[in-house]
């Protein structure tokens, strides 16, 4: 009789067992949420980095195809083909000619030549967030720019600053502007390299930097008068 009192457990060892399911619960669980946030921390970095990544890339892509020509009627205002470049803010505008348009339909009225502009604008979601944006005129005009048909694409969403440098091969020295509509500037040629300097917060509210520089393959205008 006393053996058989003596089966199962006291109501200390259930206690004890309990209390160690609920640590080795909590221990689990701690290092599932703790994976979940490793996850979602890294998602947001790559999305980042994707983000930048592929901006840089268009701005290369767009900066390497800058022409100019002497093909155009000199006299207008607002000349067809150009490049300049102002500085002076967080994210300098700047405007040029390009043969980067992409034509997506056969037999479109529209060539690979067009105008593109970057320039800041305020980030309406997230208020003191300023985003970086590629403007690109649908046809080459001589019509003040802000007249003309558009599309707009944003290429970096809260920007801290962009700088923007342009190799002048002439006298072998970096400058922050360029101007080929002004006599007294760059008129009729193009910087040989420009260098692409972004500054941006990553996701743990880092300053995160990013370098790189586009080749300009045609310094000279373009002249197909014999």
Do not use: C
């Amino acid at each position: 009789m006393r053996s058989r009192r003596q089966l199962g457990l006291t109501l200390i060892e259930v206690m004890i067992a309990s209390a160690i399911m609920v640590i080795m619960m909590g221990l689990a669980w701690r290092t599932i949420s703790n994976t979940s946030d490793t996850k979602r921390t890294f998602e947001k970095y790559e999305q980042r980095n994707h983000e930048l990544r592929m901006a840089m890339s268009r701005v290369v892509a767009d900066f390497e195809a800058a022409y100019l020509s002497r093909n155009e009627d000199a006299s207008q205002s607002h000349p067809r083909t150009m490049f300049v470049g102002k500085n002076g803010t967080k994210l300098p505008e700047v405007r040029f000619s390009t043969l980067g348009h992409r034509v997506l339909w056969a037999d479109a009225n529209e060539s690979e030549q067009t105008v593109i502009q970057y320039l800041s604008r305020n980030n309406p979601d997230k208020p003191g967030a300023v985003d970086w944006v590629r403007r690109e005129q649908r046809r080459q005009s001589n019509e003040p720019p802000d007249d003309l048909a558009s599309d707009y694409d944003i290429l970096l969403s809260d920007v801290g600053a962009v700088k923007l440098e342009y190799f002048n091969w002439k006298n072998v020295e970096w400058q922050d502007t360029w101007d080929t509509t002004q006599s007294d500037g760059n008129k009729g040629w193009l910087p040989s390299r420009v260098r692409i300097t972004v500054t941006v917060k990553d996701p743990g509210d880092h300053d995160y930097k990013l370098v790189t520089e586009a080749r300009i393959s045609m310094q000279e205008p373009l002249n197909f008068v014999q």
